[in-house]
Each structure stands twice: as C-alpha cells, then as structure tokens.
C-alpha cells in the first residue's frame, strides 16, 4: 500500500506566541513573533503587533534573539544503521589497521551486537599512511572470538571476521575477496547475518537516531528501507513511529521507501500490499550502482587508483525501465541509488524506455527520484529536467571527498572537478532535496548547509536560502506530502520548526554581486545564521504539528 503520510502527533488545544527572535517567513522577512494554535501558524509579524496580541491565555515564549525557522527535512536516511553507528565502535578517527585492531580488541560485550557480534562503522583506508586492512583471522583474534562487522564509511563495504563470514555463507559469493573487506553480494549476506537483532533492539536503535535527529532541528527524515539492508520488519518498525506512542514523546515524522524491483505494475501492487505499511514509493536505496570509496560506483571510465577497474552495476537498463514503468502506472514513485556516469546513463535510459512504454507525461506525474546522482554532465541534467526527476543528493559528501587532495580526485582524478553539481541541477530546473545519508555523514543540518555555500568547484556553489529551502520545503515536496504548505512558516501552514541559538543573523549567497544587492532591506530576504564563524547554531527547540521533540532546556519563558 502507499502512504497516506503520517497521523501525526495532534497537539493538545494550546496557544503558544513566540516572540522576541527572528522568523524565518515568507510571510515578514523582518517578523520577529509567531503564534501557534494547537498545530498550526496562525500568525506571524513584528513586535509591537505580538504586545497587542498577547494574553493570560497563551503560553508565551521569549525567544531571546533566537532564530525561528522550518524544521529540516532529511532526504535520506537509515534509522536502525544510524542508531547502530551511534552505539558502536566509532572508526572514524582511527588511522592504520593496527588502531582499527586496537579498538576491536578494546570494544565491550555490552556495545556488541546480536550473538555478541562487534559492530562499528565509518573507517576510511584512503586517509592511512598505509592503506592495507586487517585480514579475517587478523580480526578474529582482536575480537576474541566474536564475529566482527565493521562497515566503511560509506556501508558499501564492510570489514568481517572469518567467524562472521563462516556464519553468513559468504564463501563463492561475489565481492568475497581474499581479505577482511566485503563487498557487493557478499557484504549484503555479512550485513544481514550481523543485522540479526530482536525487535526491541532494532526499535531501541531507532529510538536513539531519532533523539538525534530531533536535537538537530529536525521534523522529518525519509527512511530508505530496502531488503539488502534490514528488511521488512525493520520497515514496519520504522514506519511505526508515525502511528505508535512507543516512548511517550513525539518524535520526527518518518517518510518511508521501500527499495525493491518490480518487473511490472501487478508485482509493484503485490509487493506494496505485503509490505504491510504504507510506502511512498519503491524508490530509495534500490541499488543501480554502489559507491566511489569502495570502488563499486559504475564509471564510463577506469578508477584512476585502480586501472581495469570501473565499479559494478546492479540492474539492467530493462529491468530499471520495467519498474520506473510499473511505478508510472501506479502514479507512485520509482528511483534508484545512482553515483557514477555509468550508472546515471543507465538510469536515464530506464527513464527513456518507461516513457515509450506508458508514455512521458505518466513518467512525469509519477515524481520519480534519484539518490546522490554525483556524476552528472549537461546532457544527463537536461534529461532529468525533461523527466521531472527529483534529485536527492548529500551536500557534506563534497565536504569530505571532493576537494583537490581527498578521495574523489585519488578515486576519479580530473572527473572529481565535476561531481555533485548543485548550482547546474538548479540552473537546468531539476528539482532538489538534500540529506545525510546518515550514518555515512551525520544529521547535523546547517553543516550541510554550509557545504552548499562552500563546494569546491565555485561554479556548483548555491546560496544559503537555496540551499535552506533544500534542506526543508523541498523535502516535503520531493515526498510529493499531502499539505503543500508543509515547511514553511506562514498562517495555516503546520506548526513545524526549531529554535537556534545564533551569532550572527545574514543572507549569504555565492555571487558576491548579488550578495551587495541581496542585503538590502528592500530585497525583503529572510536572513539565516551566518555559516563562516567556524560552528553551527544550536538547537534550542524543536516542534512538529505544535508538539515539542526536543528542547535543551534554554528557550526562556
């Protein structure tokens, strides 16, 4: 079945004036106050309106120069693997294979996983002096027995002990190297033979990524479920959320995908009607290529660290036309996770064959998506343009690997120049949401943000607004949400936003010739927290549909 998206938390009938701060609003750039009734904006404006409208019935709430803006909207999200990363060994520090070694030896019985397995997460071989990883039996030795899975920084790969891999049958298996490292099929088998937890386990893990999401402002995070990855019961826990009371607080709402193949629009209906939840669509994290760290990313062209080489694809052109086809009847959406050329080429001709098949304008209704689409040329952004096709990308990505010496140029070398290209995307039209990916970058938003400011190449550069808008309306749309006002603050939109703590109140853009005009009050410009003071504003205060998530205990009444 297809979501009709979430009941959400409805708000006890309470009157709340916030003022006193700054509000981020279409409605008054220079609004300083905002009144919610029960779950919705009712007003927003200045000061000296907000003194006439206050009374002894309302709740009110000094923001004390706060910013009060939309929550975030997270466009791609693992909630169990993220709450798994939040309680397990942390390898992103680590350096070389003896540290990696030292803290799998060091690690508690208590921060294992299922059967005592030792799960970590987020190590990165390109930044040691010395690349080479720890072998099978190198890994069962420091874990003292128990079985071993330590994902790569980007979960397309993964570190396994041979205790582990006898488990999870990986032996003929493709991606079943000679060393410790897994990849393709084989690191599907080891991760789900690690991922055997209880349902009080993988709802204790979700619980906790979602604490994390709410104390970084935001409201909701679209969950990309997928069979390789956790499974239907780790989909209908998710999806849970929206509909159970399990904690007794509310917590941000969850847009869920499920990423399956369907051959045609019967097996598309079959496959949502067992899923036993409401989906969005089978779009998501249904793999056409893998990723750039772990090589496994379709390339036109040979890695350049790795000659002979040019990663894997997953699905054939006619079996993603099929069910970008399938999906277009059923008015739902499709996607695919998307990262190098040869993978977006395959794609765009699963969108060409669909659109001979139930025609372009069903294939353009349908809202379809892509995940990352991080090597994407002028011919490619055009046929997106032309398809309607939302891209999801994951700004911190350029952040991390993107630069002149980091893993992109080692991985893809000149071709690394041309990767996530946010300002060509928006220049052609192609719709765009922004997430994390977490746990492969974290939930903090406003680094994201600033990533868009501050990509390498100058020319894919977005302005802060954009960039904000990304991070919020636009996820909602990229949902295609019921409430089209949703992400927005303006009277009878949902009362859904957070509170920040910031320095410095402004409107940053790339070009600095639009900035000098940009600034001008008589552009009416919403301004947003100042990105180059070196830290993000903190999260005060979160709320969804008038129902606080999160509060850190400062927003002074």
């Known amino acids: 079945m297809t979501v009709s998206p979430s009941e959400a938390p409805k708000a006890p009938r309470k009157v709340t004036l916030y003022r006193n701060g700054s509000v981020y609003t279409a409605a008054d750039p220079f609004a300083t106050a905002m009144l919610v009734d029960g779950d919705t904006v009712a007003w927003v404006g200045a000061e000296q309106a907000?003194?006439?409208?206050?009374?002894?019935?309302?709740?009110?709430?000094?923001?004390?120069?706060?910013?009060?803006?939309?929550?975030?909207?997270?466009?791609?999200?693992?909630l169990t693997e993220t709450g798994i990363a939040l309680d397990s060994l942390q390898l992103g520090g680590v350096r070389s294979a003896a540290e990696l070694l030292d803290a799998v030896a060091g690690s508690s019985v208590s921060g294992s996983g299922a059967g005592g397995t030792v799960l970590g997460h987020g190590w990165d071989e390109t930044l040691w002096a010395d690349p080479t990883l720890p072998s099978r039996e190198e890994l069962d030795r420091a874990a003292g027995g128990r079985r071993v899975y330590l994902s790569r920084v980007d979960v397309h790969?993964?570190?396994?002990?041979?205790?582990?891999?006898?488990?999870?049958?990986?032996?003929?298996?493709?991606?079943?190297?000679?060393?410790?490292?897994?990849?393709?099929a084989a690191h599907i088998a080891a991760r789900l033979a690690a991922r055997k937890l209880s349902a009080e386990a993988l709802l204790g893990y979700q619980q906790a990524a979602l604490a994390e999401a709410a104390a970084n402002g935001y409201v909701a995070l679209a969950e990309m479920a997928a069979p390789h990855i956790g499974g239907v019961a780790d989909l209908q826990l998710a999806a849970g959320w929206n509909a159970a009371d399990r904690t007794g607080r509310a917590v941000p709402e969850i847009l869920p995908?499920?990423?399956?193949?369907?051959?045609?629009?019967?097996?598309?209906?079959?496959?949502?009607?067992?899923?036993?939840?409401?989906?969005?669509?089978?779009?998501?994290?249904?793999?056409?290529?893998?990723?750039?760290g772990s090589r496994t990313a379709a390339l036109r062209g040979d890695y350049t660290d790795a000659p002979g080489e040019r990663g894997s694809r997953y699905l054939s052109v006619d079996e993603a036309a099929a069910h970008v086809a399938a999906c277009s009847i059923l008015g739902i959406q499709a996607g695919f996770?998307?990262?190098?050329?040869?993978?977006?080429?395959?794609?765009?001709?699963?969108?060409?064959?669909?659109?001979?098949?139930?025609?372009?304008?069903?294939?353009?209704?349908?809202?379809?998506?892509?995940?990352?689409?991080?090597?994407?040329?002028?011919?490619?952004?055009?046929?997106?343009?032309?398809?309607?096709?939302?891209?999801?990308?994951?700004?911190?990505?350029?952040?991390?690997?993107?630069?002149?010496?980091?893993?992109?140029?080692?991985?893809?070398?000149?071709?690394?120049?041309?990767?996530n290209p946010f300002g060509s995307f928006y220049s052609a039209g192609v719709p765009v949401c922004f997430g994390s990916d977490s746990p492969v970058t974290p939930l903090r938003p406003w680094s994201s943000v600033r990533a868009c400011?501050?990509?390498?190449?100058?020319?894919?550069?977005?302005?802060?607004?954009a960039a904000f808008l990304g991070h919020t309306r636009a996820g909602w749309r990229a949902a295609r949400y019921r409430d089209p006002m949703a992400g927005q603050l303006v009277p009878g939109a949902p009362a859904s936003f957070a509170v920040w703590e910031v320095e410095e109140l402004m409107v940053q853009v790339a070009d600095g010739r639009v900035q000098s005009w940009s600034t001008d009050p008589r552009a009416r410009t919403p301004l947003l927290p100042a990105l180059d003071t070196g830290s993000d504003p903190v999260c005060l205060q979160t709320v969804r549909n008038g129902v606080?998530?999160?509060?850190?205990?400062?927003?002074?009444?």
């Open 257 to 292: 995908y499920w990423g399956q193949l369907a051959g045609s629009a019967d097996q598309a209906r079959a496959i949502l009607e067992s899923l036993g939840v409401a989906v969005l669509g089978l779009a998501g994290d249904l793999n056409m290529d893998g990723s750039i």
């Open 453 to 465: 400011l501050e990509h390498h190449n100058d020319a894919e550069r977005i302005s802060a607004r």
């Open 548 to 557: 606080e998530l999160f509060s850190n205990g400062l927003l002074g009444n």
């Open 157 to 184: 790969s993964a570190l396994v002990s041979a205790s582990l891999a006898a488990d999870s049958g990986l032996e003929g298996l493709d991606g079943d190297g000679t060393s410790g490292q897994v990849k393709r």
């Open 50 to 78: 907000a003194t006439s409208i206050a009374d002894s019935s309302m709740e009110v709430v000094d923001l004390q120069g706060a910013l009060l803006a939309p929550g975030f909207v997270d466009s791609h999200v693992h």
């Open 337 to 419: 996770h998307v990262i190098g050329d040869a993978g977006l080429d395959a794609a765009l001709e699963a969108l060409d064959g669909a659109a001979a098949e139930v025609g372009e304008q069903r294939v353009r209704a349908a809202g379809h998506r892509l995940e990352h689409v991080e090597l994407a040329g002028p011919d490619a952004i055009a046929r997106l343009a032309k398809y309607s096709v939302t891209v999801s990308a994951q700004p911190v990505f350029d952040a991390r690997w993107g630069g002149p010496d980091s893993l992109y140029a080692r991985r893809l070398g000149s071709r690394h120049t041309a990767m």
